[in-house]
């Protein structure tokens, strides 16, 4: 059973930065696509970015986050991380990582992966 449990959100100030970690149980994360998205109340999901496989070595973000976020992995410890810099007030979301089902896979900005977590509330404020 793959479980995925995220942490690190909290208050910030903007400008701020902040590290979200997804611990993942169940499988090595190295040979899944992994990924974030957010939802901040009354919008749409929406993607913020994701990595392939370990081997692959390819991430994508959205364009609001390029540059100020970044998207790593430590396999050792089967954990994902999103560093934030630069937060800005509309960063302000809850966020969620996610895991691909199939192994070595692309990164993706669908919504189709397999694996959600609970989610960490990221408040950054003005």
């Known amino acids: 059973q793959v479980q995925l449990v995220e942490s690190g959100g909290g208050l910030v100030q903007a400008g701020g930065s902040l590290r979200l970690s997804c611990v993942a149980s169940g499988r090595a994360i190295s040979t899944f696509a992994m990924g974030w998205f957010r939802q901040a109340p009354g919008k749409e999901r929406e993607f913020v970015g994701a990595?392939?496989?370990?081997?692959?070595?390819?991430?994508e973000y959205a364009d609001s986050v390029k540059g100020r976020f970044t998207i790593s992995r430590d396999n050792a410890a089967n954990t994902m991380y999103l560093q934030m810099n630069d937060l800005k007030p509309e960063d302000t979301a809850g966020y969620s990582c996610?895991?691909?089902?199939?192994?070595?896979?692309?990164?993706?900005?669908?919504?189709?992966?397999?694996?959600w977590g609970q989610g960490t509330q990221v408040t950054v404020s003005s």
């Open positions: 996610v895991q691909d089902k199939s192994p070595y896979g692309l990164p993706s900005r669908s919504l189709a992966y397999g694996y």
């Open positions: 990595i392939g496989w370990s081997g692959g070595k390819r991430s």
